[in-house]
Structure formats: structure tokens, C-alpha cells
């Protein structure tokens, strides 16, 4: 079976940095049912591909070690079929493991010489030319389009010189995006067994936070998590209803939930994607300015259950992340998102969860280089607003402000939204783009900071894009 992952990123060599695989060398790994081995078919400076082979031995997958084995590996109704079956040649769930055990430093998204390069969206094409897909070509569209993935998914013919036999079980696929390489390893690590729905080991209960590890960021806003998940964990129900649990909770603290009279979302499956795509572009966007920012000690304040922080975890860059929230409940689920219990002493003395409520001056929070306050200002009343300035802004004063809200003029492009109504019953207001620039504008010249304001999400010529960003900076040293 094989997988192959190209970038035209300049140089696009760097992608050996990033999968810390050298492209001038052949490397074989062993596996349980075979070998693995990684080469690059083409490694110049304006393309690079890496390629994926593994060589599955029948014999080795059909011994087995073990009850469980034995019962997952025999996926075919006849005497030889463990030994007899298209597990050397199609891309399965055995293509996933092989990608856990080689690209396991990429798949943390941790590179050694490269550490910027490995936290930034570079254009990427994947192409796994065979590969067990039940529910053809439109399911894999829908599982990897709402991860920002352009989707080519090309049925293979029972037999091309009998057209009428029809298509097989078998699919083509290419995706096509710019992601974060990590990004795109996690993606393929869990929808490869989904799609092909036959996992070939023992589904035990640490599969759940396998699942929750490699879908960190994107499954908990995925369209399709609920069939993502029972796949994943070959539809063991109780394993499926603990992950699909967890997942809930982590939705929960990210957005407060609507009322269902005016939930924008809505119930359908392109809404759905809309808002996860959304929440995606946005955390990507506050990213990039932190990154522009230099900033290296960062405050996530306001941090719910931890979908930034996450995030900022990962890049290297921040050697210091404070994440507070008034909520200790939002700060239990963040913890129990980042894993703290599990991070080695190193990674987790660069984390913090304060409880803090940030209408108040808090001593901890000042001489930081950065603060994020993504979705926060609308949850604060009006009349509190000057307090939260004051704390912010006045105390902290923090050498960057990253600050996200609502754009209430695209709510019209919500169905079932009605004129006046909030996205989240939390809401205590939302903006205009001129109230939010005015807002902006005061607090910058009280508090002497520069600002720039941009759009976050696809522009609409009308009302602009669903989310606002500004970025504050500091032109006034501490009193």
C-alpha cells in the first residue's frame, strides 16, 4: 500500500526537516504485519514528494498474538481468508499504524530544525491511490472537506475491460490544501481506518484518547464526528459514547451553547461545516498574529476549555502560555485537553490554568508579551466593559492584544437567525464593524496602543466577514 505527500514550498526539500526523514536515504521500519519503508521520489527545490510504502506480510497479519488480534485481523466470511485479501495492496488501517510508528515526531508536529516551518499551513497534496473507502467517494469528501482539504475521491473499476460490472469498493484519492503537515498526518491518522471501517488490531480503551490526541483542534467541530468516532473505534458502543462525550464537553466550554430558536448552525450539514471551517480560520488567524507579534510569553485569557491553547501547546515558539478563564470547570476540561497529567515535566511547566475573572486586576497577569481575548468581549456586559478595559489594557498591558468578536451584520446570512437575535444566548451583544472600530479606536488612545483591524472567514461584499480581528500594540512603555 502507499501514500505519498508532496509540497511545492520553497525550498520544498524542507520537507524532509519536517517529517525528520532525510530525502537522500531509503528507511525501512519493522512493523507487527510487515515492513515499512519511506523514500522520496522526487526531492528538488520547487517539489518534494515523500512516499509511503508498506509491504504487509500475510502470514505475519493472519498469526496473530492473542484473542483480540485474532478476532480483529479476520475481516473475510472464508477458511483462508485471513491470509487471502486485499490488506497488502489497499490503504487500510494498517497505512495508519504504519504512519503513527514512522512520522510519530511530525505527527506532534515537532521539528527539531525547522520548528517555525512545522507551525505554518504549507500547500500540500496527498494522494493514497488505493484505498478501501466504505461509502465511496462522497463519504471521504465529506469527512475531509470540512478540514480545509480540496477532495479528488476517483472510483476504481471492478475490471476497466468490463465497464459494466461497475465500481469496486476501492477509491483514488487526492487531497489538495495549505496545512500545517502535522495538520494533515493527524487527518490521514484517523480517516483512513474510518473510511476504510475495519480496524485490523484490538480496539482497547486507550483508543479513545488516541482519538482525542491525533483530533485535537478539528473533530470536536466536525460534521461527521459522530461517524467518525464509531468507525474509529469499530463501533464499540461504549468506547463510541465516551469519546462522543468528551467531545460534547469540549464543544461545550469552546462556544457557550445557543438557544435553539437561534442557533446559526442550525441542524444542516452545510451550516455545520461553515461554522467548523470558521472556528478553524479563526484560531488560525490569531495565530498568525501572535507569530507576527514575536511574542513568545502568551496569555489566553478567557481560555474556555483550552481549543487555543491547544494550539499554542504545539508551536515551541511560546515558551510561556497562561490560559485563565473564570470558569474552574472550563479550566478542569482544558487540563484534561492538554493531557497535564501526561506531558512530560518539561512541556508542562510552559502551561498554566489560573482562575481569574477578567473584569478584575490580577498582579499574575502583568509583563506578558501577548494577550488573546478571542470570543470574550461579547460574554462581558456593556456596563462591565470599562472594568475589563481597565484590567486588560491598563494593568496587564500586555505588548500585544489580540482581540475576536462577532460581526453582527453577517448574521443575515444565518438561516433562522432573526433581526436582533445573537448567535449564543451568552451573547450580551455583538457588534457592527463601526461600533467595534470605534471601540477599538478609544481603547488604543487611552491606553496608548496602535491597532489594525482585518476580517476573519469568507468576505461577503455586503456585510463583510462573520468574525472580527484586531490587533493592539503597545507604543507606551509600563508606568
Known amino acids: 500500500m502507499l501514500l505519498t505527500l508532496t509540497t511545492t514550498h520553497r525550498p520544498a526539500t524542507d520537507l524532509g526537516h519536517l517529517l525528520v526523514k532525510h530525502p537522500d536515504r531509503v528507511q525501512s521500519f519493522e512493523l507487527p504485519a510487515g515492513t515499512a519503508h519511506v523514500l522520496y521520489p522526487e526531492a528538488e527545490e520547487q517539489r518534494c514528494t515523500a512516499a509511503l510504502l508498506v509491504e504487509i506480510d500475510p502470514q505475519r497479519l493472519g498469526v496473530g498474538r492473542g484473542r483480540g488480534r485474532a478476532q480483529a485481523v479476520t475481516t473475510d466470511a472464508f477458511t483462508l481468508g485471513q491470509y487471502v485479501n486485499d490488506r497488502p495492496y489497499a490503504a487500510s488501517s494498517l497505512l495508519s499504524s504504519a504512519l503513527a510508528k514512522v512520522f510519530r515526531s511530525a505527527l506532534r508536529g515537532e521539528s527539531r530544525d525547522r520548528p517555525e516551518l512545522a507551525a505554518t499551513p504549507i500547500p500540500l497534496e496527498v494522494r493514497v491511490p488505493v484505498l478501501r473507502c466504505r461509502g465511496g467517494a462522497e463519504l471521504a469528501a465529506r469527512v475531509f472537506a470540512p478540514l480545509g482539504w480540496a477532495v479528488t475521491a476517483t472510483p476504481i473499476p471492478l475490471d476497466e475491460t468490463y465497464p459494466e460490472w461497475g465500481d469496486s469498493r476501492y477509491v483514488d484519492l487526492t487531497l489538495t490544501g495549505t496545512l500545517r503537515v502535522a495538520d494533515a498526518l493527524n487527518h490521514l491518522y484517523v480517516l483512513l481506518p474510518v473510511l476504510d471501517d475495519a480496524k485490523h488490531y484490538w480496539v482497547a480503551p486507550d483508543e479513545v484518547d488516541k482519538l482525542l490526541r491525533a483530533g485535537a483542534g478539528w473533530l470536536a467541530d466536525h460534521p461527521e464526528r459522530s461517524l467518525i468516532t464509531r468507525r474509529y473505534l469499530a463501533h464499540r458502543r461504549a468506547l463510541a459514547g465516551e469519546a462522543l462525550a468528551r467531545l460534547a464537553e469540549l464543544r461545550l466550554a469552546d462556544e457557550p451553547p445557543a438557544d435553539d430558536s437561534v442557533d446559526p448552525a ?45 494550539a499554542l501547546v504545539a508551536d515551541r515558539r511560546f515558551t510561556e502560555i497562561v490560559g485563565t478563564d473564570v470558569s474552574s470547570q472550563a479550566l478542569t476540561l482544558a487540563a484534561r485537553r492538554l493531557r497535564l497529567d501526561r506531558l512530560p515535566e518539561r512541556q508542562r511547566d510552559r502551561i498554566k490554568l489560573w482562575q481569574s475573572a477578567l473584569t478584575y486586576r490580577d498582579d499574575r497577569l502583568r509583563g506578558y508579551d501577548a494577550a488573546v481575548l478571542m470570543e470574550v468581549i461579547e460574554h462581558v456586559d456593556p456596563p462591565r466593559l470599562p472594568a475589563l478595559e ?7 498591558r500586555p505588548g500585544t492584544v489580540v482581540v475576536t468578536t462577532p ?73
Do not use: K, M
Not at 481597565?390 to 496587564?396: C, M, S
Open 266 to 310: 442550525g441542524s444542516t450539514e452545510e451550516t455545520d461545516q461553515r461554522r467548523a471551517s470558521l472556528a478553524v480560520r479563526r484560531r488560525e488567524a490569531v495565530l498568525a498574529a501572535l507569530w507576527a507579534s514575536g511574542a513568545g510569553r502568551v496569555l489566553d485569557l478567557g481560555c474556555g476549555g483550552g481549543a487555543l491553547l491547544t
Open 390 to 396: 481597565d484590567a486588560v489594557f491598563g494593568h496587564a
Open 407 to 479: 460581526n453582527v451584520e453577517y448574521n443575515v446570512r444565518y438561516e433562522g437567525l432573526g433581526v436582533g437575535r445573537f448567535r449564543h444566548a451568552d451573547h450580551r451583544f455583538e457588534w457592527t464593524r463601526a461600533e467595534f472600530a470605534a471601540w477599538v479606536e478609544r481603547v488604543s488612545a487611552t491606553h496608548g496602543y496602535t491597532a489594525t483591524i482585518a476580517g476573519v472567514g469568507d468576505e461577503d461584499p455586503e456585510v463583510g466577514s462573520p468574525t472580527q480581528l484586531a490587533v493592539l500594540t503597545r507604543t507606551e512603555e509600563t508606568t
